[in-house]
């Protein structure tokens, strides 16, 4: 993944004025990933909190947008070497998300992956390989060109 691009390109996105804006909890988590994995111009120590309180906002409490943002934010948890918090986010945000979404979307599937790369940092290999196996279905169901099947292929 090429963060420093991501960076920049969120960076305009996350100004005062959007926290309000229905991608806004997307963009200020991929923001804070993108500063984790590549601090430059616009980070503040403080990107994760305010990605916080956009998803704690009424608006997006209760929204299948947390599910995107709670990925980004576990892959900051994992990076910090926190993958049972990667867990818990990813957890709540797909029980918040499946009912409207159902169990095929992409989002699902990176959630899965996620939940993958998290079991394997907490040492359990049975319970990471199953939820390859989910993303993986997940993944393979999707059409040539998918934004998932990039993801996928450079999260590996």
Not at 7 to 33: C, D, H, M, Y
Not at 138 to 148: E, N
Request: charged fraction near 20%; charge should be negative.
């Amino acid at each position: 993944h090429d963060y420093g691009m991501l960076r920049e390109l969120l960076r305009t996105l996350i100004g005062s004025g959007e926290k309000t804006n229905q991608r806004a909890p997307r963009a200020f988590a991929w923001f804070a990933l993108a500063c984790t994995k590549a601090h430059g111009d616009g980070c503040t120590d403080d990107a994760v909190a305010q990605a916080e309180q956009v998803l704690a906002d009424a608006r997006f409490a209760h929204h299948p947008y947390q599910l995107p943002a709670q990925i980004a934010l576990a892959e900051i948890e994992i990076a910090n070497s926190r993958p049972q918090a990667a867990v818990d986010r990813v957890e709540a945000a797909l029980a918040l998300a499946l009912p409207e979404i159902g169990e095929q979307h992409s989002w699902v599937g990176q959630a899965h992956a996620m939940l993958a790369e998290a079991q394997t940092a907490l040492g359990n290999p049975g319970r990471a390989a199953r939820e390859k196996k989910l993303a993986d279905a997940i993944v393979d169901a999707q059409p040539p060109g998918h934004p998932l099947r990039l993801w996928i292929s450079h999260a590996r």
